[in-house]
Every structure is written in C-alpha cells, then in structure tokens.
C-alpha cells in the first residue's frame, strides 16, 4: 500500500529515551461505538452493565455531554463534521434538509473527521451500521456512493451497502456480522485504524434479539416528576400534550420502553465483543474506545408519549463513556462537552494539527489525560432544531390541520414547523442553566436552572434577573453565528474573567459587572 508507507513516517510517535536511545510507538487505535436514540436521564444506561464495566470502569464518564440537535441527521452530522447545525446546513432527517443530499455530499462531506484521519493522519478507516438518514436513496447517489474517508464501508440500509456493492446479502444487522467484519480488514501492523460501529439499536422498531424477548418484562417507564406532568409553561408543542395521558399512551410507552432495553442487551454483547476482539489482538492498551448516542429520548415526560426532538434534558443529554491510553479508571467528568467535539478529540489523537481544519468543537483529550481542570475549560454550548412537520393535515388527526409531525398514538404531536429553536446550555462548578427561544409567533423564550430544579418543571423565564437574560440572549445570538475559533471563546459565566454569580433570591453580585463581548 503505497498511501500506507508515505504516511508511514507520521504513524509512531517517538521519544528520546536517556537510557536506550529512541523508542517510537504506533499512534494510538480509536473505535466509536455509537448508538441510536439511546438518553441517560431515563435509565439508558441500565442495560449495559459490560458496557459500563468494560470502557465506563475502565476510564472516564461524562456527566455533562450534549448533542448539538436532538434529532439523528443532524446530530450525525455535527459528529462527522465537527459543527453546530448552522454550519453544516443538516436541518433535518430529510433530503431537502441536507440529509444526504447533494451539498451536503459536496460542500461538507470531504471534510469529515474520518477523511482527514485517512488522508492526513494515515489511518485505515472502518464504518459499519447506520449512517446518514436517507444513505442509499438514488436520490442520494444509491448504495454506490461510499462517503469519502472510509477504507471498508458497511453501510446499513434496508439491505447493507458493502464497499459500494448493494445488497450485499447482510440482511440482518447482528454482533457477529459487525465483529466479524470489522476485524478481518486489519491488517496491517503499522497503519493504526479508525473504527465506527454505528448500531440501529435501541431505536424504532426495537425488535429484540429471540433470547432476549422475554427480559425486563415488568420493566416501566420511570414515572419521573416530570412524567405526564402538564408542561403548562412551556412552548406552544408542550402545551397541546393532553395531561393525564391516554391509558392507550401509556401502554404504548410502556411497552416501547421496554422493548428498548431488550434491544439494549444485543448493543451490550457487541461491546463485550469488540473489546474482546481487541484484547486477543493485543491491541486494547493502545485504542481509544468511545461509547456515546445521536440524541436522548423521552417516554411520558411532559406528557408527549414519545419520541426526541425537545429541547429538555432527557433528549439532549447523552452517554459518554472513553477507555484508553492514559486514562486512568473509574473516573467522572462534570466538565461540559458536545458531539460536536468528538471530531476534533480523534483528530487530536491521530495528532492533526487542529488549526487546520474548520471544525466548530474542541478536543477534550486533556480532560481524559487529566490535563484539564474546570477554571480552564468552556462554560457553554448550543443546541439548535428547526422543527419538522408537514404541508398538510396528518390524515389520523385532520382536525389538528397541517404544520405538525408525528401524532401518535392519540394525536399528541411531537413535532411540529414551529418546534423550531436554539438554546444556550451553561455548566460551570457553580451555574447549571438552560436559555432558549423559539422561533414561532410567540418568540417563546424557556429559561431553567437545573442546579435548583433537574426536571425542569419551572420554566423561570418570566422571573430570572433581567441582565442574567439579556447577558444569555446575547450569548445565543454570538454562539449561533459562531464558526470555528469563535465558537469555542469564553462563555457568559466566564471564569476566567472570576464573575461569580452570587445570587440571594434574584440579586447578583458581580464586582466587575458581566462582559459583553463582540462577536469577532
Ligand atoms: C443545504 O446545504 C447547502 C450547502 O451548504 C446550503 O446552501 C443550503 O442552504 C442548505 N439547505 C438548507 C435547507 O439549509
Ligand atoms: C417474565 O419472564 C419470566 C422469565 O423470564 C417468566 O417466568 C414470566 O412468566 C414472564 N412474565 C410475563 C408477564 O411474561
Ligand atoms: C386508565 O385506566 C384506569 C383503570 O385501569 C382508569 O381508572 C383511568 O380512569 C384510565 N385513565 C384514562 C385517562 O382513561
Ligand atoms: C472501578 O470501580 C469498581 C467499583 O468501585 C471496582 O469494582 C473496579 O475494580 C474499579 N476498576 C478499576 C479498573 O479500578
Ligand atoms: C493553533 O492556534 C493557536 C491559537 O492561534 C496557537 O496557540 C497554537 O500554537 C496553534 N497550534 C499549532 C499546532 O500550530
Ligand atoms: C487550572 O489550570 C490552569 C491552567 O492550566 C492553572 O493555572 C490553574 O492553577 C489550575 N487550577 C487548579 C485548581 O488546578
Ligand atoms: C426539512 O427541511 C427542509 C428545508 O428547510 C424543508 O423544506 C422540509 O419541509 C423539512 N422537512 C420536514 C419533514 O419538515
Ligand atoms: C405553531 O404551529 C401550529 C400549526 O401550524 C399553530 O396552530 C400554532 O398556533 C403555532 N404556534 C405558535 C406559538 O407559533
Ligand atoms: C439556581 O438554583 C440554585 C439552587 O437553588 C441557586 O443557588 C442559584 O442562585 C440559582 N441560579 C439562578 C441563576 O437562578
């Protein structure tokens, strides 16, 4: 492989050793599992107790990780892209939302993460799973088209792409298929590689595998504070919900829910396999392994019965557990991450010079060596939907007329065109608080402070100091026509800059009053 010896030169990491002359070593292997629909605020995790053993144990987990968009296209794409949604222009999980589309295959998609892993850092890359919404649609060059920046594709449709060759046989989608496929490309011993395991698991349909269908079989959805809890000041979606729920709802959830952790146990056994397989290779001391999901998911929160999409905890905060080379076991974060940083934390790895690329996240790889502390790190994030609905009435509900979206089952709508907003969500030791605005006829703005209230039953929009809202609309304005370096400046509770909020009832005291900055 001729690629293989050039870059041969920028694979090992060297040092000088003051007793046995220069040792070098391989660049460190990376492997990202990621899930699909999976939330951590319900109990996701549950399921997969090898999974917790085997990476969350063996290093580090994130309590505070988010994702730039509750909604699986556009959040894949903030992962490959290393970009907020404004962006990488993926608005929604259709084509004519960028979902697979054309621009996106033109303007966006050669700069993925994986293709500068292969092309600039010389790794072998390897996809298997689901990837993009829409992948394989004629409309979007078929099964022919192999994303740029993979070496071995397998991607899942309704039947499997492999290198390009459709229907390549693989109908079903199991742990053997993926174990077995992801471990014959590897061959060479110099070339470290890039692995993506993209798992349908646990979303819709949620078919169980046969020796797990009879588990959790008395297992609910947790009935939470803020479970079928009437969302009455919140956005105009929430508001529509019908509080008790249908019994019908509830059974449905119920049952979802449950199916969900059967199919959990599959995702489960594929890990304990992948870290076995890299184990008997010898190569689990020196690979990265990554566990973390698109988005969250809600079942009976706020009365919606359930789906993602929203902008509360329980549908953007996901999974993020890491194992690998100087990580050391069993650790927390509490510091604040996004999807939009795994990019930029591989890239890091592969040692790529971060500066040249226009990724929007950062790499948190010293927080996982233990080289960063919270004084030091960012204190704010976006997260930004644009609402999906349709042009015409949905024809089980006619009477809720058109602009809504998935009315099931008792035409209680998840989505609708107005579902459409951006939020800054700030995590520091001290402030733990959510600012949205919505972009419908209401311009409805939802403020919480999760410090005080997890569950976000109040909505302090109305009654949070007048400044401390100014200074987070101001903040969302910059964060949403950030690009690159900007994205990633100090926040409003800026620790650096030592602005405390020192708060007895509504009175902030801040010695040097907060910053405003320019957008630069
Ligand atoms: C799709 O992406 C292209 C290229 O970035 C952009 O020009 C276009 O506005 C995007 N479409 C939407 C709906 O955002
Ligand atoms: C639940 O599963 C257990 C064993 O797995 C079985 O004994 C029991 O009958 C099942 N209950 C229901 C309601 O299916
Ligand atoms: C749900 O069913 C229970 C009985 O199982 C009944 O008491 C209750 O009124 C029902 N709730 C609704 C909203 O229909
Ligand atoms: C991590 O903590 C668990 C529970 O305290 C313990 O059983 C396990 O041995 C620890 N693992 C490592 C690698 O230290
Ligand atoms: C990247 O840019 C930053 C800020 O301009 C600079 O401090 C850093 O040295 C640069 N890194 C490399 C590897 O050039
Ligand atoms: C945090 O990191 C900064 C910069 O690396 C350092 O100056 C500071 O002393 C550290 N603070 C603590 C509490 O470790
Ligand atoms: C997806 O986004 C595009 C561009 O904004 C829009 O035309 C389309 O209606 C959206 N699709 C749905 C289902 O909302
Ligand atoms: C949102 O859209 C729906 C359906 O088009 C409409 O009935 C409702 O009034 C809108 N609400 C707001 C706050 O814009
Ligand atoms: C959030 O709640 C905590 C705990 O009640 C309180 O100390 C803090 O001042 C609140 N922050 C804001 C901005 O309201």
Redesign the pocket.
Known sequence: MDSARRFACCLLICVSLWSSGVKCYRRPNIVLILTDDLDLTMGGLTPLKKTQ?LIG??GMSFTNAFVASPLCCPSRASILTGKYPHNHRVVNNTLEGNCSSAAWQKSEEPNVFPALLRSAAGYQTFFAGKYLNQYGRSAAGGLQHVPPGWNYWVGLTETLSSLGVSGSGLQRFTSEDISFLSFTFYKSSYQPFFMMVATPAPHHPWTPAPQYQDHYNSTKAPRDPNFDHHGKDKHWLIRQAKTPMANSSVEFLDTAFRKRWQTLLSVDDLVETIVQRLEVRGELDNTYIFFTSDNGYHTGQFSLPMDKRQLYEFDIRVPLMVRGPKIK??QTSQMLVANVDLGPTFLDIAGYDLNKTQMDGMSFLPILHGQMNSSSWRTDILVEYEGEGSDVSIPSCPLLGPGLWFCYPDCVCEDAFNNTYACVRTVTPSVNLQYCEFDDNEVFVEVYNLTADPFQLNNIAKSIEQEVLEEMNHRLMMLQSCSGATCRTAGVFDPSLHIQIVSLGSHYVDTRSISRRPVT
Do not use: C, K, L, Y
Request: charged residues 40%; aromatic residues 0%.
């Open positions: 053993r144990d063996a076991p069993n």
